[in-house]
């Protein structure tokens, strides 16, 4: 994305840090809309495209879930690696209460090291989707797809 030095349209004395999409018109932080792809300004026309965009999104959930973009923000895209607990020691993942996202419907997990089901170590905290996928190759047997993001603030978690 191009970025010029231009100014905001809606506030003359700020700079600008992107256009919108649709209308090509430069504008601040405060005044664009981040989508999927691109970013959006507040007019009418140009929220509706925006709308339109998080619609197709929402739509192709069901089969495809991803992470959506403020979780990816939110996100590097450094996932937990191996996950590995033999007789209660071994890493695995809690799911840390109230992390849930509305939009896209992943969970924050704390990846763990236990020793006989007790938490001695942290590696971190992680925003995973977990769905069960149709296989089109063995009908009627599903496959578990697991999608993890590490959280860029760590620190935030631990409050
Ligand atoms: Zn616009
Ligand atoms: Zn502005
Ligand atoms: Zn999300």
Request: contains cysteine.
């Amino acid at each position: 994305m191009q970025i010029k030095n231009n100014n905001c349209l809606n506030h003359p004395n700020k700079k600008a840090i992107s256009f919108c999409h649709i209308c090509n018109n430069y504008y601040c932080e405060e005044c664009l809309i981040e989508g999927r792809e691109y970013y959006y300004c507040h007019k009418e026309n140009c929220f509706q495209e925006y709308k339109k965009d998080l619609e197709n999104f929402l739509e192709s959930y069901d089969t495809n879930p991803r992470f959506c973009p403020q979780c990816i923000k939110e996100t590097s895209d450094e996932s937990t690696g191996d996950i590995n607990s033999t007789n209660l020691v071994g890493t695995k993942l809690v799911q840390i209460d109230g992390g849930t996202c509305l939009l896209c419907k992943s969970i924050i997990v704390e990846k763990q090291y236990e020793i006989f089901g007790f938490r001695v170590k942290s590696f971190g905290f992680y925003r995973v989707i977990q769905f069960k996928k149709y296989r089109t190759d063995l009908v009627g047997s599903k496959e578990t797809i697991f999608y993890a993001r590490k959280l860029l603030n760590q620190k935030k978690i631990l409050l």
